[in-house]
């Protein structure tokens, strides 16, 4: 799940500083206002790669893609971006749980396996 995840997140961390690019063009906000959002929003991405198996990491990432979506406002774009990042983030989630479920078995079978002695 880390690996989807994180490569996920990484995608967003760009996204979301070209989104920048595109918001300073806007009269009505400042450059630094701009930036100090977009930048607590794209280190969020980067510690959130980190995170993500931790207790609570998960449900940061979705608060993030509401983020996203809800970033719409400034930028429209964003409105589609953000929902087609939120629907890689729950593939992400979804499928690497499943991923991780199938190594365990994998391990559990293999360890297994090697624990039984030969009956040659």
Do not use: N
């Amino acid at each position: 799940m880390r690996t989807l995840c994180a490569s996920t997140l990484i995608g967003e961390f760009f996204v979301i500083g070209f989104a920048g690019l595109v918001a300073m063009k806007d009269p009505d906000l400042s450059t630094s206002t701009v930036w100090l959002v977009s930048g607590i929003a794209m280190l969020l991405c980067v510690l959130l790669c980190g995170m993500v198996t931790r207790p609570g990491g998960v449900a940061l990432g979705w608060a993030l893609q509401i983020a996203l979506i809800a970033s719409g406002v400034v930028v429209p774009t964003m409105y589609f971006l953000g929902a087609v990042f939120a629907a890689l983030w729950w593939a992400s989630v979804h499928f690497g749980r499943k991923v991780d479920e199938a190594k365990a078995r994998f391990a559990a079978q293999a360890q297994s396996s090697s624990s039984t002695p030969d009956a040659a």
